[in-house]
């Protein structure tokens, strides 16, 4: 506290430099850089690199880029491995997620933490809060009792260690929580870094430390230029509970302080719910936009059902996709554990596959040329009966070449689906033209 205050990339912008950050985000978007700039000046795109000095695969959040997908690890107090979130990691960049979260809230959390920073070069991400709970138990018993330095403390050493962006629960205010007490909820507080604020709040009859001190955070955050990403506390957890008094309270509070934020030259965007039904995802896009001006929108799914578990990628991809043709611009991922237990390497999976298939379908109904490109390029080589192709270009192609091998005959040129009644041959042999030749026609 108190130190002088480090140029952010923010800082740089508005003086007129593009930083080398901006420049290679801007390049692999497709973009030029002064367009960039500009989004991340006026708040609508955000580029998450701290300090640290790790040689990131960058990634420009916001309007107009490609849809992201976040992969969440981490262990729980029930399981401690640290192998096993490392070989999460692994699976999670392989099959393609954007930037990774470690959200451990189990054994030596920094060890941990500084272990994947140490192996990843996708943007990383955390929950304060996790780490200071996990330390006021072991020191305190509790987790009400820790201090306000306790959590600044906490922020302030994942920046050193190399964090690029934090969800910070900063707009859960004692007013947000009123309101939620007033409507009554069939599931509450879903969010456990909200449980952690809230029981805090209670207990020690005192405003949010995050949102009391907030200066003070921004002022760790700007000195390490890491990203804030403003976690919403009272998401919906059931569909029952979308769209209510509360969730709509502490928007209004996130969208106040992200402009506070960008004042103090930190990047910010904001994270949405939760539980919504189909019906009523666009609005909430659309919403959350309006009220925060335009500040990259974060969801977690949306999940459009309550009654899938071991199915909830699915239920979060349905979700994901429409949300992000409304405008959402990043996804974290939900896997097939979610509501069950802690996610396994399959999970973790199939968790990015489903997130990454619904980011890709908003890309299409944005009107992303480079989106539109790959499936025509799929398209033509499935009219050519081109397997190979139809294989690398697959979203997973790991899975495409194993589900096709294991169902070939090899006594036809199709698969085994229609094998010599193959559509596409029939119709090309009938119109007299070579299975790659229909374009021409």
């Not at 955000?46 to 916001?62: E, N, S, T």
């Not at 990259?296 to 799914?301: A, C, E, I, S």
């Not at 611009?329 to 939900?334: A, E, K, L, P, S």
Request: charged fraction near 25%; glycine fraction near 10%.
């Amino acid at each position: 506290m108190g130190l002088m205050k480090a140029e952010t990339t923010l800082d740089r912008l508005r003086r007129g430099s593009i930083p080398y950050a901006v420049e290679k985000a801007a390049a692999t978007e497709g973009v030029s850089s002064e367009r960039l700039a500009a989004q991340m000046l006026d708040g609508s795109a955000v580029i998450p690199a701290g300090r640290a000095g790790r040689q990131l695969r960058l990634a420009a959040i916001g309007a107009g880029l490609r849809t992201k997908v976040n992969a969440n690890l981490g262990t729980s107090s029930e399981m401690v491995s640290a192998h096993e979130e490392a070989a999460k990691l692994e699976m999670a960049e392989k099959a393609g997620a954007d930037a990774v979260m470690d959200l451990s809230c189990g054994g030596d959390t920094i060890a941990l933490r500084r272990l994947l920073l140490s192996r990843t070069n996708l943007p990383f991400g955390t929950v304060p809060v996790y780490e200071a709970a996990v330390e006021a138990r072991e020191s305190f018993g509790s987790i009400v009792k820790m201090g306000v330095g306790d959590l600044m403390d906490v922020v302030e050493r994942q920046a050193i260690d190399g964090v690029d962006f934090m969800t910070i629960h900063a707009a859960l205010t004692r007013s947000a929580l009123k309101k939620l007490n007033a409507q009554g909820r069939v599931m509450d507080v879903v969010s456990r870094g909200g449980a952690f604020m809230i029981a805090w709040m209670l207990h020690n009859d005192r405003e949010n430390p995050f949102y009391e001190h907030y200066d003070s955070l921004l002022e760790i955050l700007a000195r390490h230029d890491v990203t804030i990403s403003l976690g919403d506390g009272l998401r919906p957890g059931c569909l029952a509970d979308a769209s209510d008094r509360a969730q709509i309270a502490e928007l209004v509070t996130m969208g106040e302080l992200a402009s506070r934020a960008r004042e103090a030259g930190v990047q910010a965007m904001i994270e949405g719910p939760g539980h919504v039904p189909l019906q009523d995802i666009e609005s909430n896009v659309i919403l959350a936009k309006k009220l925060t001006g335009g500040a990259p929108f974060y969801v977690l799914g949306p999940l459009v059902t309550d009654v899938a578990p071991g199915y909830d990628h699915i239920t979060a991809a349905i979700g994901g996709a429409l949300a992000g043709a409304a405008g959402a611009d990043f996804i974290c991922y939900v896997t097939p554990a979610e509501h069950l237990g802690l996610p396994g390497l399959e999970d973790v999976r199939q968790g990015v596959i489903a997130a990454r298939i619904a980011a890709h379908a908003a890309d299409i109904a944005k009107g992303s040329v480079e989106a539109a490109a790959w499936d025509r390029q799929m398209a033509e080589a499935r009219k050519s009966l081109d397997w190979e192709s139809q294989i690398n270009l697959s979203m997973d192609p790991d899975k495409a070449r194993s589900v096709y091998e294991a169902r070939q005959s090899g006594k036809v040129e199709g698969c085994s689906m229609c094998g010599e009644l193959c559509a596409m041959k029939l119709v090309s042999e009938h119109l007299g033209l070579e299975a790659g030749d229909i374009k021409s026609c």
